[in-house]
């Protein structure tokens, strides 16, 4: 049985064309596709499906476009092959599918029970010469997992192959993961799932790389004063620099040159400054003039009775030299007073008369001491002690001076009572407290209580809306979620007004109203001016023409339609079609070669067919067997075939067979000639040149080509081989380098092929040799260009700024930087090349030569600027500035209130240290207390947990008694500050 896959016609939705040009036939419910492969002597492909479908009724016969089934048991499909096949009969016989066809016939390809199979007539179908019988299909070559396998149905008779079946590939073994290339730092790691007996990628996955492990920075150029340094770090893993950093030029490290003050009479130096690490001066010091004698006059001293007196004179305050010398005055003589007698008691001695000078004091006649009385003694009762105070033992004193005559004892505090203070949560704003303790009865803090921070708001967005062309919005504000406090207010944001579009009129017509023109917002759509409806114009009626009805369409009525809008006003009506005029078509006979047609009919007006002729199969061609032609080494063959011997139709074309080649040997009587061993001919040799001529060169050899017979292979020449020519050697002249232009030292190539022998060098250029250009007048350097010694070219200097000022790079011109204070004041400028720097700053003196203490100045730029005051003390009592001058100050340097003190040199704010304050006479200020650094008073801060039945403490330390507006409080009464009750105080 033959299918051609070229005689397959694509016209139905289950035909398609796949990536090989090949033909596939599906079914609706098919499940899966197999591919037959006939091989006889047209070597041709059928292509066969898969179906649930395995009969169909007997006598079907005609080319059919649907799939039929011809192998019961394999469920396989024919699909449009009945066309090539030129189907004769489809009968069904026991159970078995039988199709029949000269194709059919002549191949063999027909089944048991062919013998009941029958013509449309009736007419039995004579059984074939040969009928192939199969014993199923055998396995020829097992499927794979790249390559389908074959099971074929052979002949048992004759053993042909009369059909092959494509079995589809095979699941891949477990594949197996292969890595591919190692993942790195900046390379990712691949690996692929590989099936292990076809090699095929079944999956690809990729690890990111690394990425890189950065080890410590190496340092490779230092930084100094005014050079950036280079750094640069690699990566641990691979050694590959992933960073390169600029270190910055440290800057000059400035170190004191001590200058010394001036003196009454010697000038003095201010204090220098120079780079510790380079050297470079970097401020100059300068002279101090010689302060002069600061004169202050020595008053004169009066002569008394007991030391001589002095005459005014003077003296320097700085260096202490005399400038006008005190004249000495004598001695005056003493004047006498009494001195009364004291009467001894029991504390103190007495004393006898005596006198002295008035004037001194020198004693004249001194006083004698009279002894002490003895004490009158008094019993000094006990204390009993609490747990805030100790007690005392009994003892006495005398109860005229209260001298102690027997000492009391301290007796120890007794044990506090402790009670818990609970502690305090904190909020947001408030701190919070830890548990503590404290004595029930005094209540002295036993473990104190910490203070926890106020925790913080924690912030939440109130989110807001926009402003409409109608309605205000809001801005995003935002509250603390724990306390609700507002902590971002929502701000209104103002209505935005409409934006007016205008809506366009729109005209009326026949089928609809129209607008008037109006306007509407285009934010919000509100209208602004309303649209008012047009009404709707009349029809323009147009006459629709009636027309007759035939015998294959129906007729209309006439009518009408609007002419504008196509509305029907008047519709027409259906008129019934007209009978067919039949005429008879003659039937045709079929032939071998062509169909025949039965007797049907038509309609004479319009051409429908009324009974349609069906067509009648051809007759089969009579064949007869055209006879194979051997072919030979002189002539072509020809393949056996068959023709109808009544039409002469061919039914298999003889297909020409090439003639065979000669079998060529040399004869050994003329080796210029060959001969074939199968037929005798003689001939020639082909001559065939094998490899083209090889010229020679300078360094390789040449060869001549070589010739040999191209059927018998017999070699007619030998190859000649030609020497290597060598080099023809040309000097290449040796060129003087420049100042500007390298040059080349002497070489040589060979003329013909251009090899270089001998390679010339490179001579780097020169370079210019610079100096500045001097004034023939005044010999001064050129600030702008400078000149090659050499080549007397001229060129701009190139100027590169350092510390000490700008420099040419290529001469040894240099010039100072021209330094002038910038706009903001915080920098200097130099005018020349834009360098810019921090002011280096010195102490300002006067024209006098004393410190300037409103402003210092810049050494490089002369700028004066603002002495900015540090204090070096904790009083402020001394401050010093950047410029190293200090300022001593009197202690009162302080504006205070109760909060803070701030100092108006430095404007500096501190808390105040508390300690107790005193009165004029010494004793504790009970009212106020005193601040250590600025001395200002302020009055006690009680703190409310630290109350006992003694009264009250303060942050300085100092404890004060309840007080209580009456003189002999009640258990009601209240303290004036705790405003604890006289009860509850007494019971603590």
């Not at 499906?49 to 089934?69: C, K, N, P, Q, T």
């Not at 078995?96 to 029958?118: C, F, M, N, Q």
């Not at 199969?617 to 032609?629: G, I, Y």
């Amino acid at each position: 049985m033959l299918y051609d896959k070229n005689e397959f016609r694509q016209d139905d939705e289950s035909t398609e064309l796949n990536e090989q040009n090949e033909f596939s036939f599906l079914d609706d419910e098919s499940i899966g596709r197999e591919r037959f492969f006939h091989e006889d002597e047209y070597n041709r492909d059928a292509y066969v499906g898969l179906s649930d479908r395995d009969e169909f009724e007997a006598g079907e016969a005609e080319a059919m476009d649907e799939y039929r089934s011809w192998a019961p048991g394999r469920k396989s499909i024919l699909q449009k092959a009945m066309r090539v096949l030129k189907v004769r009969a489809i009968t069904i016989a026991a159970g078995t599918v039988i199709i029949t066809s000269p194709v059919a016939e002549k191949t063999g390809l027909t089944y048991p029970g062919a013998s009941d199979l029958r013509k449309p007539d009736g007419t039995p179908i004579l059984p074939q010469t040969h009928r192939h019988v199969f014993n199923g299909w055998t396995e020829e070559e097992k499927s794979s997992c790249t390559q389908p396998g074959t099971e074929v149905l052979i002949c048992t008779d004759c053993n042909r192959k009369v059909e092959v079946l494509l079995v589809p590939r095979s699941n891949h073994p477990e594949p197996v993961w292969t890595l591919v290339s190692e993942g790195n730092c900046s390379e990712p790691e691949k690996k692929q799932l590989i099936c292990p007996d076809c090699g095929e990628i079944l999956e690809t996955e990729t690890t990111p790389a690394t990425g890189h492990t950065a080890g410590r920075p190496v340092i490779d150029t230092e930084a100094v004063c005014l050079t950036d340094g280079v750094r640069h770090t690699v990566c641990e893993d691979c050694g590959e620099t992933i960073e390169t950093v600029t270190i910055p030029a440290t800057g000059h490290i400035a170190a004191t040159i001590a200058g010394y003050a001036p003196t009454c009479t010697q000038t003095g130096l201010t204090d220098g400054q120079q780079c510790a690490d380079c050297g470079i001066l970097l401020a100059a010091r300068m002279v101090i003039p010689a302060t002069g004698h600061t004169e202050i006059t020595d008053r004169a001293i009066a002569p008394t009775c007991s030391a001589a007196g002095k005459t005014e004179g003077s003296h320097c305050d700085v260096c202490g030299e005399v400038i006008i010398p005190q004249q000495t005055v004598e001695m005056l003589p003493h004047t006498e007073v009494i001195d009364q007698a004291v009467a001894p008691t029991c504390t103190t001695t007495g004393l006898t008369e005596g006198s002295h000078c008035d004037v001194c004091g020198e004693v004249i006649i001194p006083q004698q001491t009279v002894e002490m009385l003895p004490h009158t003694e008094v019993i000094d009762q006990a204390v009993a002690s609490t747990c805030t105070t100790t007690g005392l033992t009994e003892g006495s004193h005398c109860d005229v001076c209260n001298t102690v005559i027997i000492p009391q004892e301290t007796i120890d505090l007794i044990p506090h009572i402790s009670e818990r203070d609970p502690a305090v949560a904190a909020t947001c704003t408030d701190t919070g407290l830890t548990e503590g303790m404290h004595c029930s009865v005094c209540g002295t803090t036993i473990l104190a209580q910490d203070i926890i921070p106020a925790l913080g708001h924690t912030e939440q967005i109130v989110p807001g809306y926009a402003a409409t062309c109608t309605a205000e919005g809001l801005t995003d504000g935002a509250i603390c979620t724990v306390c609700n406090t507002e902590l971002t207010p929502q701000t209104v944001i103002p209505v935005l007004g409409h934006t007016e579009v205008v809506d366009q009129a729109v005209a009326a017509t026949c089928t609809a109203t129209g607008l008037t023109e109006g306007s509407h917002c285009d934010v919000c759509g509100e209208v602004i001016i309303p649209q008012q409806t047009v009404e709707m114009l009349p029809h323009t009626e147009v006459v629709d023409q009636a027309v007759a009805a035939t015998c294959t369409a129906t007729g209309l009525t006439e009518g009408s339609h609007c002419d504008v809008c196509g509305e029907v006003i008047v519709p027409q009506q259906t008129v019934e079609m007209l009978p067919h005029t039949e005429v008879i078509d003659q039937a045709v006979a079929a032939t071998c070669t062509a169909t025949g047609l039965t007797e049907g009919s038509h309609c004479d007006v319009c051409g429908e067919v009324i009974i349609p002729q069906q067509t009648v199969e051809m007759l089969p061609h009579t064949e007869v067997v055209d006879q194979a032609v051997a072919a030979t080494c002189t002539a072509t063959g020809l393949t056996e075939g068959s023709h109808c011997d009544v039409c002469n139709t061919v039914i298999i074309p003889q297909e020409v067979t090439p003639m065979l080649d000669h079998t060529w040997q040399v004869d050994p009587d003329d080796t210029a000639q060959h001969y074939c061993t199968v037929c005798g001919t003689t001939a020639l040799h082909t001559e065939n040149v094998i490899a083209e001529r090889v010229a020679a060169t300078c360094t390789t050899d040449g060869v001549e080509p070589h010739i040999e017979c191209s059927d018998c292979l017999y070699q007619i020449s030998q190859p000649i081989d030609i020497p290597a020519l060598g080099h023809t050697e040309v000097v290449d002249q040796a060129v003087a380098a420049t100042c500007t232009d390298a040059g080349l030292t002497e070489g040589s190539h060979c003329d013909v092929c251009g090899e270089v022998i001998i390679s010339q060098e490179t001579i780097d250029a020169l370079g210019h040799t610079w100096e500045p250009i001097l004034s023939a007048d005044t010999g001064e350097a050129d600030p702008d260009q400078h000149q090659c010694t050499v080549c007397n070219e001229i060129a701009q200097h190139n100027m590169t700024a350092n510390a000490n000022g700008h420099a040419c790079d290529d001469c040894y011109y240099a010039e100072a930087h021209t330094y002038t204070a910038s706009e903001d004041g915080l920098t200097h400028i130099c005018e020349k090349c834009g360098d810019t720097g921090e002011h280096t700053l010195m102490v300002k003196y006067d024209d006098s030569g004393m410190e300037d203490y409103n402003v210092h100045i810049c050494s490089l730029c002369n700028t004066e600027i603002p002495h900015n005051w540090v204090a070096t003390s904790e009083t402020h009592g001394t401050h010093q500035c950047a410029c190293g001058l200090e300022q001593a100050l009197p202690a009162a340097v302080f504006e205070s209130d109760d909060e803070v003190h701030i100092c108006t040199v430095c404007n500096t704010s501190t808390e105040h240290t508390w300690e107790v304050a005193y009165t004029e006479d010494g004793s504790l200020d009970r009212d106020n207390h005193q601040c250590t650094i600025c001395q200002h008073q302020a009055a006690h801060i009680w703190d409310p947990d630290k109350v006992s039945p003694n009264g009250h403490v303060c942050s300085c330390g100092y404890t004060g008694a309840h007080t209580f507006s009456t003189d002999a409080p009640t258990d009601t009464d209240t303290c004036d500050i705790c405003h604890e009750t006289w009860a509850t105080i007494n019971n603590w």
